[in-house]
């Protein structure tokens, strides 16, 4: 074996030294937008393939965008779900209810009745039309951003702002951060801060369903730059190999706080294409587009109750306010792209189809725009009286002790009598019971 050179040539004489990419968003503050590198086709082009199809006889799916509504307001091509009037109107209330909730919540949290909120303004779609487009009792793992498919299942709003308020009707009793919701009647499961953790519980369940020979499927919500996380790959992993019945939405909103898409690899390909790596089916849709979302998402919870597998749906939508309450966009990001985004504002696109359908008008909007707000502002009264931040209305200290051990580990009862002493908490009984 030849003696290893003392020192090691660095670089490489007459080689090009190597070299890293590193991403830059196209625009930052202050610049002019244009998103005309975006591809974006015309609604109703694309055809509506079978929903047993081998992933990889409709990889180009994963690649193009499935839109519905056209600029003319109509419904194009052979995604068109065909929903009746009825069901549009509802989808529409939806969503508006959500951005009544999101403004009034967020004004909440600067006038100090919470400590942190986020909202989903222009993402609607991704969570109402999807969460619509499932059964009731499909199990779905949200990310944070997804309050919308609380209000398509009818979770009562009041209790979203108690959780909100963390006050002493809190059911979760101010254990979570403000909007980390959980409800098992609604098969809701309990929202986690640690990104992307709720991709293997999703596809776990999923498995779970179908090792029992149950019915009900598994959906989960992720954004764009969490798809970064192992857990993400992971899950595609696990989901593929067993065939999970299960759909993995990525919400690709362009920005993971103020890291831009690039960083989680959208200069390199879709998202939806990360499917065709792992042999599942990837669809990439217009995720403004609320008719467009309800499509995809029928056709991947047919697919796994057919047994024909899982998946992957990439949203193609802009996240046109902050990323919480904590965040300003303005230092980072051109306040431009939100105007300039071309794929619009999917409550104004689905008002409009419904306007040109002749089964809507301006009077009913301003109507039911009016009723959202006055449905959240009494939702509000009605939990403020159960305790705002500060106010010192939240669950008893003693119950952060409670509903994980059985029996209190000695560790735990030389805190919680540390707490007694020290600042005076009240207990009920005695410690040593
Ligand atoms: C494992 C983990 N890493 C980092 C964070 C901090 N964090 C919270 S939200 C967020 C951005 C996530 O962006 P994205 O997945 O694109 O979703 P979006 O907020 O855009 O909906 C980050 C980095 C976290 N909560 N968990």
Not at 95 to 106: G, N, Q, S, Y
Not at 267 to 296: H, I, K, S
């Amino acid at each position: 074996m030849a003696d290893r050179p003392e020192k090691p040539a660095r670089g490489g004489h007459n080689k090009p030294a190597l070299a890293l990419h590193v991403p830059e968003p196209k625009f930052r503050p202050g610049d002019a937008v244009d998103f005309s590198h975006l591809e974006i086709p015309q609604a109703g082009l694309l055809a509506r393939p079978d929903e047993t199809a081998h992933p990889s006889q409709i990889g180009d799916f994963a690649h193009s965008l499935i839109r519905v509504l056209g600029d003319d307001n109509k419904a194009h091509g052979a995604w068109d779900p065909k929903l009746d009037p009825e069901t549009l109107r509802a989808m529409l209330g939806h969503m508006a209810l959500v951005r009544a909730f999101d403004e009034r919540m967020f004004r909440g949290q600067r006038q100090g009745k919470t400590s942190f909120y986020m909202k989903c303004t222009g993402e609607e779609a991704t969570s109402v039309a999807a969460a619509m487009a499932l059964a009731s009792d499909d199990m779905v793992f949200p990310s944070y951003r997804q309050q919308g498919i609380l209000i398509v299942r009818g979770y009562p709003i009041v209790d979203m702002i108690n959780q909100i308020y963390s006050n002493k009707a809190d059911k979760l009793k101010g254990r979570q951060l403000p909007i980390m919701y959980s409800s098992r009647e609604h098969s809701f499961f309990s929202i986690s801060g640690n990104l992307a953790t709720q991709c293997p519980q999703a596809v776990g369940w999923a498995m779970a369903s179908a090792i029992k020979g149950d019915t009900r499927i598994a959906a989960t919500w992720l954004g764009e730059g969490s798809t970064a996380e192992g857990d993400f790959h992971s899950a595609c992993t696990f989901a593929t190999v067993y065939n999970a019945p299960v759909i993995l939405n990525v919400i690709n909103n362009q920005w993971a706080i103020s890291s831009f898409s690039g960083f989680a690899g959208a200069e390199r390909t879709t998202f939806a294409a990360r499917a065709l790596g792992y042999g599942m089916a990837g669809l990439r849709v217009d995720g403004n587009d609320a008719l467009a979302v309800y499509a995809a998402m029928q056709w991947a919870a047919n697919r796994a109750r057919a047994n024909a597998g899982p998946t992957l749906i990439e949203h193609f939508t802009y996240r046109a306010e902050g990323h919480s309450t904590s965040d300003d966009p303005a230092g980072y990001r051109s306040a431009h792209e939100r105007e300039e985004w071309p794929l619009g504002d999917p409550i104004m696109r689905l008002k409009r189809h419904l306007i040109e359908l002749g089964e809507w008008d301006l009077e009913r909007q301003a109507a039911m725009d009016l009723d959202c707000a006055e449905r959240v502002k009494a939702a509000t009264k009605e939990a403020e009286k159960n305790g705002i931040l500060g106010h010192g209305m939240h669950h008893p200290f003693h119950t952060m002790f409670e509903d994980v051990f059985e029996e209190l580990p000695w560790h735990l009862k030389e805190q919680a009598a540390q707490a007694i002493r020290e600042r005076k908490v009240k207990w009920p009984g005695s410690l040593e019971e």
